[in-house]
């Protein structure tokens, strides 16, 4: 383990799961809970249409790579809303609009071939000292958003008409969920990649979800799959020849399916209810 | 103690570019129960979300617990609202008591606790005789129970006025009958004015105060019976309703 450690990429690549792990884990408890888990799909995969642009425009990818996901993630809330186009349909056509753009402007550019498959299925290996300072920024930011309005956030997926009639700033709180799933998904891509950070919003939350009846639990239980999926992802792909982002996934998902087989041996234990007293 | 709490004098909403209401007038007083009836689409949920303040008047007036429409916004937290009811998300790990907690939310609440919460969330649900489930998973409950907590949400915040958007609706017989005399109780102890939307025309008429029947435009007005055995019934709703005006009255459902 210490030798592992003692490489400096290691290191930094260690960081970078743990910040990556806690930020898609909590986003993950209200990607399920409010079920956005096709938004985070969709605004993974016009991001690339975002970075493309900045590469090729020698802008710093992170940059255009969060203006096109933050702004994917709030326009499509913005125009489901107000207009009559359902949520699922502005995505899916942001989604493929975004990645045939990130594919032509890479393409066309044919230096920019082994960064494409970087972008693709990440490279936590590469991670700098300025993206890990980049991603705790986000973290700090995210963190204090969700902690300052669980209560409300939690309202608003419970039941939105009843938030908005109890007077709650509903928009501006969902707006705000959205723009922060938008800067998860951008510093994620690093960790997985544009294909496979989709699932890392979504698997811990769809975890715990079926473990817990209590949000406390579930936002937990998120963590800790969060947290270990990403951490446990990068020491597999160490000793074998797995990239990190896949490994990461195939965790998660394994996880899920023990959960399918495991719930109701952790059920019959945990529940208490009048009847069985 | 006579007070008007909901008075809408010839009330008109858009909703887009189409009328949903026109020209609707009635008063809501306290410690009565109104029931709203009328066919799918009359406006009855519109018409609940107007006295929110969640959607603007178009003409004509609404005076709500002396605030008029225009600030509507600023009454919300003296109303009690159940929405009807696909708006809440099934299976959510929420508790019994947390769904009651969320009643108590309102710009006042960000960013700090509530004080007395728990006081408040018990005796919200003592009210409605479900506080022996107070830690329960809420999707573990049956559709009646849930209907309970649920009610025990809108009267956790103590309002003046409970807006109530078909509550019974896929309740059992006895579940609806045990859901209104809650609902009777609850309007007597507190002395809450009551709006009722139901399909169920035969318990509203016979629990009710008044009745206001809407299709877009109001058709009528008045005590239940009066409502019920009026020959406009048929017209509002576009069919006939021979077998329940003549059958159906007060004294008869009530032996
Ligand atoms: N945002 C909207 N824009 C345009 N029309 C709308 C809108 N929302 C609702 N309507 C229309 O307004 C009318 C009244 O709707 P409302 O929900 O108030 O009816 P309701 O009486 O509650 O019906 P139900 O008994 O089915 O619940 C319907 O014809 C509906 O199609
Ligand atoms: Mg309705």
């Avoid at chain 1, 995969?45 to 710093?60: F, K, M, N, P, R």
């Avoid at chain 1, 406390?216 to 239980?221: A, E, I, Q, S, V």
């Avoid at chain 2, 004080?115 to 009646?144: T, W």
Wanted: hydrophobic letters at 50%; aromatic letters at 8%; one cysteine or more.
């Amino acid at each position: 383990m210490s030798e592992i450690l003692a490489y400096g990429f290691m290191q930094r690549a260690l960081m970078a799961a743990i910040f990556v792990g806690l930020l898609c884990s909590t986003l993950s408890f209200f990607v399920v809970l409010k079920r956005l888990s096709f938004l985070g799909a969709g605004i993974s995969h016009t991001a690339l249409g975002g970075i493309a642009i900045g590469l090729v425009l020698g802008i710093d990818p992170i940059i255009t790579g969060s203006v096109f996901a933050v702004g994917t993630a709030m326009s499509t809330g913005y125009i489901s809303r107000i207009g009559r186009v359902g949520e699922d349909t502005v995505i899916g056509i942001y989604y493929a609009t975004g990645m045939a753009l990130g594919i032509a402007l890479i393409s066309s550019f044919k230096g920019y071939y082994p960064e494409l498959f970087a972008l693709l299925f990440g490279n936590i290996l590469s991670v700098t000292v300025r993206d890990l300072a980049i991603m705790a920024v986000v973290l700090v930011f995210v963190l204090l958003f969700v902690i300052l309005f669980f209560k409300e956030l939690l309202a608003i997926c419970f039941d939105e008409e009843m938030a908005i009639a109890g007077g709650l700033p509903v928009n501006l709180i969902y707006m705000g969920l959205l723009a922060a799933m938008g800067l998860t998904v951008i510093v994620s891509i690093q960790l997985v990649g544009v294909v496979l950070v989709a699932a890392l919003i979504v698997i811990p939350g769809a975890i715990s979800f079926r473990l817990s009846k209590n949000y406390r639990g579930m936002l937990w239980l998120s963590l800790l799959f969060g947290l270990g999926g990403s951490v446990g992802g990068l020491f597999i792909s160490y000793f074998f020849p797995v990239p990190p982002g896949a490994a990461i996934v195939l965790i998660l998902a394994v996880a899920f399916a023990l959960t399918m087989v495991l719930k109701p041996i952790f059920e019959s234990g945990h529940r208490k209810t009048l009847l069985d007293k | 103690m006579v007070e008007k709490v909901v008075v809408a004098e010839n009330l008109s909403v858009l909703l887009g570019r189409r009328k949903v209401l026109e020209d609707i007038s009635f008063t809501v007083m306290r410690g009565q129960l109104t029931g709203v009836i009328g066919p799918n689409g009359a406006g009855k949920t519109t018409l609940l979300r107007a006295i929110l303040g969640l959607v603007q008047v178009e003409s004509g007036e609404l005076n709500v617990l002396g605030y008029s429409k225009i600030d509507l916004k600023e009454v919300r937290p003296k109303i009690g609202y159940m929405p009807q009811l696909q708006s809440f998300e099934k299976r959510f790990p929420f508790s019994v008591a947390d769904v009651v907690a969320t009643g108590l939310l309102s710009p006042k609440t960000l960013f700090r606790r509530h004080v007395n919460l728990k006081k408040r969330i018990s005796q919200a649900l003592r009210s409605v005789g479900m506080e022996n489930y107070i830690l329960e998973p809420f999707q573990d409950l049956s559709g009646g129970e849930q209907q309970r907590v649920l009610l025990a949400r809108s009267i956790v915040r103590k309002p003046e006025l409970l807006l109530l958007d078909e509550p019974n609706s896929g309740l059992d017989f006895p579940a609806q009958r045990l859901f209104m005399e809650l609902l009777i109780s609850l309007k007597t102890e507190e002395n809450l004015a009551v709006v009722l939307v139901s399909h169920d025309l035969v318990s509203v008429a016979s629990f009710a105060d008044q009745l206001v029947c809407i299709n877009r435009t109001m058709h009528l007005h008045g005590s239940p019976l009066d409502v019920l055995n009026s020959p406009h019934l048929d017209e509002a709703y576009r069919c006939q309703f021979d077998l329940l005006s003549s059958t159906i009255g007060k004294e008869r459902y009530e032996n």
